[in-house]
């Protein structure tokens, strides 16, 4: 048909969803959710928890839109936001009404490049494995919580049943046989997409071009930028608004981030104290 766009409505899934080289090497692999193409089914959510076998987090009506879960926690690997916001017709309305839209978002554990998680966990029951992602082991895990206040997304929960944090694990199990996570997979318009970390950037960033492109100037890249106060997110999202109006912070930083000038001001002011004292004893004896 004559004046038909060839641009498609989305950017090409074709990836290579295998992680290993063909040596037989790891790939560096990772999430990129296009909220653009997310249509709320919460397949993602059911996949996870069946493959997981994670617990049911409540069939509670929040009175936030069509979600029921609230938030990521310890039985909520995946959350699929609704955000509902009233914006201007495009076209002309004569009554002068407003327009509603909702933006439908997949979240899920940012497996940050530099992980405050891993810095505080006493038994090393988290841990980074050899595809980059940060894993819960849970049969080391001694349900201190230290984790818990470290990430600054709110991502890593205690379970109440047994005291241990849960959190994804980017399905390890999968990536072991080369085979893709749940979530991705069931997702029916490829909004989760997974793949090597770098295919995965130059695909988001295609995409953000082509939104701009049509007009949608608000579409953003959330946590792909290697130099932000995590070292970047091995799960990163492209989002149609600012990311506070999704309940993710503007500019996450590593909670230890000062762990080491801390640690040094504590000890300086320690030696302080100890050689204040023995100078007071060297002048009483005296």
């Known amino acids: 048909m004559s004046g038909t766009s060839t641009t498609p409505t989305i950017v090409s899934h074709d990836m290579d969803t ?45 009175g936030e839109s069509y979600d029921n879960t609230s938030s990521l926690g310890a039985n909520t690997w995946r959350h699929v936001a609704f955000v509902e916001q009233t914006r201007p017709l495009q076209a002309a ?39 980059g992602t940060v894993v819960v082991q849970s049969d080391v895990c001694n349900g201190c919580g230290y984790c818990v206040p470290a990430c600054p997304f709110g991502v890593i929960d205690k379970r109440e049943e047994d005291g241990r944090v849960w959190k994804c694990t980017l399905c390890y199990d999968r990536l072991r046989g080369d085979m ?36 949608v100037a608000q579409a953003q890249l959330y946590g792909h930028d290697r130099d932000n106060g995590v070292g970047g997110f091995g799960a990163f999202f492209l989002l149609l608004d600012e990311p506070e109006v999704y309940g993710l912070p503007p500019d996450p930083v590593v909670t230890t981030r000062d762990l080491g000038r801390m640690w040094g001001v504590a000890a300086a002011a320690a030696l302080s104290m100890v050689a204040g004292l023995g100078a007071a004893m060297l002048r009483h004896r005296s």
């Open 18 to 62: 295998r992680s290993h080289h063909p040596d037989g090497t790891p790939k560096h692999m990772g999430f990129f959710t296009d909220t653009s193409i997310c249509i709320g089914c919460k397949a993602c959510e059911v996949a996870c928890k069946e493959w997981n076998q994670v617990p049911e987090d409540g069939l509670n009506w929040t």
């Open 93 to 131: 309305d004569p009554q002068g009404n407003d327009g509603l839209r909702w933006l439908m978002a997949s979240d899920v554990c940012k497996h940050c490049a530099h992980a405050a998680c891993l810095d505080v966990c006493p038994t090393g029951a988290l841990t980074r494995t050899e595809f």
């Open 180 to 215: 893709e996570p749940a979530c991705a997979q069931a997702c029916p318009t490829k909004s989760i997409q997974f793949g090597e970390i770098g295919e995965l950037m130059r695909l988001a960033s295609e995409r953000v071009e082509t939104l701009h492109a049509r007009g």
